[in-house]
């Protein structure tokens, strides 16, 4: 959707619309092609009554505060100022047309009189003013460019609506700053805020510290009610370790509010602990997402249930002091926690872990008091999740992660969400890495998502209590969700598998494709995998887009392998490209390991040279029954009933499912060829071809004279009726074909099992006595074991799967 959608839909229902706010740091706006990406992500993303944040351009306050450096160490700055100006300069005319560009440049030029002024003659009262012109250039840039290409807009600066207590204490007063916000805001115009500067009660500028946007954002949140907060970031998201020291950090895409507060607490760099304050009072939800990548889902911090609380993450500090004085008693503990939030507490041996920023502060409390007070730099590791502080299994883990490093008894944390401990070394590398690896080794989130609840559907489900139970690979599988081809149930923290039926049966609301691939985009799962157990073709048309996001995809469906083959090998490509496992070796001999045998010959070095046999249970089971004591149309009819056939038997009938089926095979052993290239005999007379399935369920009495006469003659000849498939390569290429054929009674394909599948295959080193493969090729149970059996082997595979973290510097 564009911005130019939603001024139209803004213009009629701009009140009706919730209220997002999206934050921009330094680094996304850094120079015009960040800022053309920071557009994009605008046009994508924003509502027209939205609030935008604006950090200063990348770089511009360094630049800003060396200035005042200069001014005051009285160094000659002319250069460097200069070369702002001109940085400025090119950034704007780079961006605008001639028109607008001459009168920002003149504004601009304006800035650059005044700000000469103040550094040469009042650099000192005048230092937060020098600073947030950062800010003030970057929107009121960002807010031209919007204005010339996109939308409406205006560009606002929070000195004029944001009030502080003081630069101090940075609360916030609510009534005064919602009042001149509204008094400022422009109705159908995007707003375009200055992030990281306000004004304190007397009216002085005031900066708002580290994360000091982000803070911004949060505040206009809490002014405005806002649903959402994104700060788009050059990080894709919260990991559960700082990703630049653990290479195997896991991204958390969900976050509790209280762990997201005790991780920035514990100097999470991308969290500052002001950011989650003003949110504390309401329902908005915040996003970290990169402006890198928009596509890519980052974290979202909120209200949450089980599964998000399960997840851990590792924080260290080597920038913290302990202090130790008789005063820190229980005494003076209440006043410790308002004055200082200290990390940890413990008031027995007198002592508190505070960061070492705060030793100034700590040193003129003490100084009031009599007595000693020693300082001493230690280390702090913690691991932070949800009431980690009442779960013992993490404690044991956390304490066996430290078995051998020196650490000194301090573990109290002062909050619930957090274990700490702290070591009088600092804290390396190495020891996060261990840390980190003992305490998330087997966190990997899966979800799953099953379309298709019919006969094999159905079976499956109910198979998945036990199979989670039982198979330890499967421990972190979720199912989330749940669709047939009219209803879908998603349930982002997990569908009971024992009640998924009486669930789906319940909450399942309309089938909307469009809200399932924006869920299947955002989905908050490690991995993901979709079992397409449905007989649909459109189902299988949205393969693309799975594995274009990465998912995995077990099938049963057998639409998609057997496609024509650009796509197939589009599809094939496409998932290699992105990660994505596909299965299906449900789609050939049902729960028979025939797909995965031609794999395995293949990956190892043989050359398959003909596949032969009989590949449809329901045909099988059709015709080692078919004696002519019972009409054929009755026994398809019993086939339905028991699970074997499609659920249109026609596809069975026509010798299309077999034909399918022989291609996948094909396909598998290497060769490029087509379902056209397979010569193909159906079974289905012409006047029951293009009736509905019922219409054709009602007339298949019409099929028993035809059935009858063929096996008359086959009897004729001493022989029975059979249907097989067969390719083998000859001299032209190859050669495939599907059809009727009159076997001798002791030929190894008339003497199975109804309903079994044989599979031949010669290959190089299968020449003189083929490869055999039998056994059932149809059925609930068979089939529904042969999905689970694809289920555990995508998880082994994932389980080793390494997540690629996506830094902006690190690895991009
Ligand atoms: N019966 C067997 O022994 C075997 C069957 N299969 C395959 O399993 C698949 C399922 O077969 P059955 O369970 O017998 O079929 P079924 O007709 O009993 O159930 C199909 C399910 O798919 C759902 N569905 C249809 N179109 C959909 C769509 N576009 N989106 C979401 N859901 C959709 C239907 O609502 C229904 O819940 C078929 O592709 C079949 O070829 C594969 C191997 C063996
Ligand atoms: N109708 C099919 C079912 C599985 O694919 C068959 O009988 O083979």
């Given amino acids: 959707m564009t911005i130019e959608n939603l001024i139209k839909h803004a213009n009629t229902h701009t009140g009706k619309l919730a209220i ?36 200063a351009n990348g770089g511009v306050t360094d630049q800003l505060f060396n200035l005042c ?49 103040w550094l040469a003659n009042d650099y000192k009262q005048q230092r937060n003013n020098i600073l947030a012109f950062g800010e003030v250039w970057s929107a009121r840039l960002l807010s031209a460019v919007l204005n010339e290409r996109i939308c409406p807009s205006h560009a606002l600066d929070s000195r ?17 700053s919602r009042d001149q916000f509204n008094q400022l805001k422009q109705t159908h115009q995007l707003t375009i805020a200055t992030g990281y500067i306000a004004r304190d009660v007397n009216g002085q500028s005031c900066t708002l510290g580290r994360n000091g946007s982000d803070y911004s954002a949060t505040i206009m949140a809490a002014l405005t009610g806002a649903a959402n907060v994104t700060l788009w970031t050059d990080v894709d998201g919260i990991y559960s370790a700082d990703p630049r020291v653990v290479p195997a950090a896991r991204k958390l895409h969900r976050l509790p509010n209280g762990v997201a507060r005790e991780l920035g607490r514990l100097g999470n760099p991308v969290l500052h602990v002001n950011t989650l304050k003003p949110l504390e009072e309401h329902a908005t939800h915040l996003h970290v997402a990169s402006s890198f990548d928009s596509e890519i889902s980052g974290t979202e911090i909120g209200k949450f249930g089980f599964l998000a609380k399960q997840e851990l993450s590792v924080t260290y ?92 008894d301090v573990v109290s944390s002062t909050s619930e969400h957090s274990i700490i401990s702290v070591l009088p070394d600092s804290c390396s590398p190495e020891l996060t890495n261990v840390v980190h690896h003992e305490m998330t080794k087997d966190a990997k989130h899966i979800g799953v998502v099953v379309a298709g609840l019919g006969n094999i559907g159905e079976r499956f489900l109910s198979l998945l209590p036990n199979q989670i139970k039982r198979q330890s690979v499967l421990e972190n599988v979720h199912l989330v969700g749940l669709l047939s081809s009219k209803k879908a149930l998603i349930n982002t923290d997990g569908i009971s598998p024992k009640q998924a039926l009486l669930q789906f049966e319940k909450q399942a609301k309309d089938y909307d494709e469009t809200l399932l691939l924006t869920w299947l985009k955002n989905h908050p ?70 797909n995965f045998a031609i794999n395995d010959l293949r990956r190892s070095g043989d050359e398959v040279k003909a596949i032969s046999g009989i590949f449809s249970g329901t045909l099988s089971w059709l015709f080692e029954q078919y004696d002519g004591s019972v009409p ?79 096996l008359l003659q086959a009897k004729s000849e001493g022989k029975c009726l059979r249907y097989i498939a067969k390719f083998e390569i000859n001299e ?19 003497r199975l099992n109804p309903c079994d599948n044989i599979f031949k295959i010669e290959s190089q080193w299968y020449q003189d006595n083929p490869l055999i493969i039998r056994g059932p090729g149809a059925g609930r149970d068979v089939t529904a074991g042969g999905i689970h059996s694809d289920l555990v082997a995508i998880c082994e595979q994932l389980s080793t799967k390494q997540h690629q973290v996506k830094i902006k510097g690190l690895n991009e």
């Avoid at 921009?24 to 046009?43: K, Q, T, Y």
């Avoid at 001639?98 to 504004?107: G, P, R, V, W």
């Fill in 20 to 55: 997002n706010v999206h934050k921009f740091g330094g680094s996304s706006l850094a120079n015009s092609e960040c800022i053309e990406r920071v557009i994009d992500i605008i046009c994508r993303h924003c509502q027209i009554n939205d609030i935008v944040v604006v950090s």
């Fill in 69 to 117: 450096q200069l001014a005051k160490d009285e160094v000659d700055y002319t250069e460097a100022l200069n070369n702002l100006h001109f940085q400025l300069k090119g950034l704007i005319a780079e961006l605008l047309n001639e028109q607008n560009s001459s009168y920002l440049t003149k504004q601009l030029s304006d800035d650059f009189l005044q700000l000469s002024d």
């Fill in 160 to 176: 004029d609506f944001i009030q502080i207590a003081s630069e101090q204490e940075p609360q916030v007063n609510y009534d005064y």
């Fill in 317 to 408: 500090s080597n920038d913290v002091l302990l202090v130790s004085s008789e005063h820190l008693s229980a005494l003076s503990k209440p006043e410790a926690f308002t004055r200082f939030s200290p990390i940890c507490f413990d008031e027995k041996q007198a002592l508190m872990v505070i960061k070492q920023e705060q030793q100034k502060a700590v040193s003129q409390w003490f100084a009031s008091k009599v007595g000693d007070v020693t300082f001493k730099p230690v280390a702090i590791i913690a691991v932070v999740g949800h009431k980690v502080a009442e779960r013992g299994d993490v404690k044991a883990r956390f304490k066996r992660a430290l078995e051998n490093t020196r650490t000194l």
């Fill in 525 to 594: 799962y490690d991995e993901l995998i979709v079992v397409d157990i449905t007989p649909s073709e459109t189902f299988s048309l949205l393969y693309r887009e799975f594995f274009q996001q990465g998912i995995h995809v077990i099938g049963a469906n057998k639409w998609a392998a057997s496609s024509s083959t650009e796509y197939y090998n589009g599809l094939t490509a496409l998932a290699e490209q992105n990660g994505s496992v596909w299965l299906g070796n449900t789609t050939v001999g049902a729960g028979l390991p025939i």
């Fill in 632 to 710: 054929f149309s009755e026994l398809l009819t019993n086939a339905l009933s028991q699970g074997l056939t499609e659920p249109d038997p026609r596809e069975d009938l026509s010798g299309r499912d077999v034909q399918r089926k022989l291609l996948i095979l094909a396909r598998l052993a290497g060769f490029t060829l087509s379902l056209e290239d397979i010569e193909c005999q159906s079974l289905v007379p012409e006047q029951l071809v293009s009736l509905s399935t019922q219409d054709f369920l009602k007339q298949s009495h019409l099929l028993d004279e035809l059935f009858e006469n063929q």
């Fill in 732 to 750: 032209d290429g190859y050669q495939a074909n599907v059809g009727l054929a009159f076997l001798d009674t002791d030929d190894a394909f008339a």
